[in-house]
């Protein structure tokens, strides 16, 4: 197949919903090193859903994402009147 280089311009893209599609990927699960397929919306997964369950991936995720710095509520023997 021809290729050649062409210049991108950059640019920026407005909020839009946009329908994207699963594929199935057949690859070598990079754990247990067993040929498998997974549907996946993004890029080629390197792990099988036996290794990486679906749902535990998203919950770390969120978990990691709730994991914020909060305020603390310091005691102080110092009386402010
Ligand atoms: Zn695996």
Redesign the pocket.
Known sequence: MASKYVNVREYTVRAHKRLIRTRVFNFV?K??N?S?KRETYGPRPL??E??RPPQASRKSIMRSQKAKPRAMVYNSEIDFN
Do not use: A, P, S
């Open positions: 699960c754990q247990c067993q498998t792990y099988c036996r290794c």
